[in-house]
């Protein structure tokens, strides 16, 4: 069992950075690929990033492409978001979760634990 906890969200101008942080508890999270999705209102919850256990792969959205980065410190069971150049569009809900398989990690049925969630608002 795995328990992920968010933070690091907030209000932000349009152009602006944020970095969220995910700790995990529970068995140590290097046993476990991580994820961030979002989540805006009236949307279906999105895939935005992925990195393997050891943090040598990581996959990103195209949305987020280029402005987004997945990092991990497994030392201290957390793994970041790094988002720069944040467009109004980014503003939603982001999750943390974990998945104890071995695929892309691409898709929300991968993840078998999951944070509550912390909200990103970027404004313009």
């Known amino acids: 069992q795995v328990q992920l906890v968010e933070s690091g969200g907030g209000l932000v101008q349009a152009g602006g950075s944020l970095r969220l942080s995910c700790v995990a508890s529970?068995?140590?999270?290097?046993?476990?690929?991580m994820g961030w999705f979002r989540q805006a209102p009236g949307k279906e919850r999105e895939f935005v990033a992925h990195?393997?256990?050891?943090?040598?792969?990581?996959n990103y959205a195209g949305s987020v492409k280029g402005r987004f980065s997945i990092s991990r410190d497994n030392a201290k069971n957390t793994v970041y978001l790094q988002m720069n150049s944040l467009k109004r569009e980014d503003t939603a809900a982001y999750y943390c979760?974990?998945?104890?398989?071995?695929?892309?990690?691409?898709?929300?049925?991968?993840?078998?634990?999951w944070g509550q969630g912390t909200q990103v608002t970027v404004s313009s």
């Open positions: 979760a974990a998945n104890k398989d071995y695929g892309l990690g691409l898709s929300i049925g991968e993840y078998d634990y």
């Open positions: 529970g068995r140590t999270s290097s046993r476990y690929a």
């Open positions: 990195i393997s256990r050891s943090g040598s792969t990581r």
